[in-house]
C-alpha cells in the first residue's frame, strides 16, 4: 500500500447529546453503511463515552476507485474523534477497532506505507521512494468487495513476499 498526500476532507462538531450523524450526504451511502459513521459508534461503544459527534465530508476522492477514501476517513474518524471525545487511547486500541471495519482500515490508522499479506492484515512498513502519481478516474464504480469476492479472482498465483517485492 501506497499512501498519498490527497484524500477527501472531514469535519468533526462535538454534540453532548451523544449523537452520531454524517451531515453530508454521499450519493449510494446510507447514512447507517457508512465507515465513518461506523467507526465513530464502534469508538462510542468501545468506551462508553457519552458524546456524539456531526461529521461533514468534504468527498474528493472517487467512489469504487480503490483508493481507500472510506477506509481511510473511517481511520481518520478513529484518530480524529480518541481527540475530540479526550478519550487517549493507545494507536494499538484503535488498530485493533480498525481491523473490525476492515483490514485496509488498519493500514490507515497506522499511517505509513505497508507491505500486506493476508486479508491485509498482517502489514510490515517498508520505506518507498517519493513518487508521483497520475490518478486516472474513470467511469466505473467498482466495490472493493465485490472484487475481492468474484468467483473468477485467480486466487492460485504465487505468493510474494516482502522480500520479491523489495527486490522489484
Not at 74 to 97: F, G, H, S, Y
Not at 105 to 126: D, S
Amino acid at each position: 500500500f501506497q499512501l498519498l498526500d490527497w484524500g477527501d476532507r472531514l469535519h468533526y462538531t462535538l454534540r453532548e447529546d451523544g449523537a452520531v450523524h454524517r451531515i453530508t450526504e454521499v450519493a449510494g451511502v446510507p447514512e447507517e453503511q457508512d465507515l465513518v459513521v461506523r467507526a465513530a459508534r464502534l469508538l462510542q461503544a468501545h468506551t462508553g463515552t457519552t458524546l456524539g459527534v456531526d461529521i461533514e465530508i468534504d468527498k474528493v476522492l472517487p467512489m469504487g476507485a480503490g483508493l481507500g477514501g472510506g477506509s481511510s476517513d473511517a481511520a481518520t474518524t478513529l484518530l480524529a474523534l480518541n481527540r475530540l471525545w479526550k478519550l487517549d487511547l493507545p494507536r494499538a486500541e484503535l488498530q485493533a477497532l480498525a481491523v473490525k471495519l476492515g483490514a485496509d482500515v488498519l493500514l490507515f490508522v497506522f499511517g505509513k506505507n505497508e507491505f500486506a499479506e493476508g486479508i491485509g492484515e498482517a502489514l510490515e512498513q517498508v520505506e518507498l521512494p517519493a513518487r508521483w502519481f497520475l490518478v486516472v478516474t474513470p467511469r466505473v464504480h467498482v466495490p472493493t468487495a465485490e472484487i475481492f469476492s468474484d468467483k473468477s479472482l485467480t486466487r492460485d498465483s504465487r505468493p510474494i513476499t516482502i522480500t520479491d517485492f523489495l527486490a522489484q
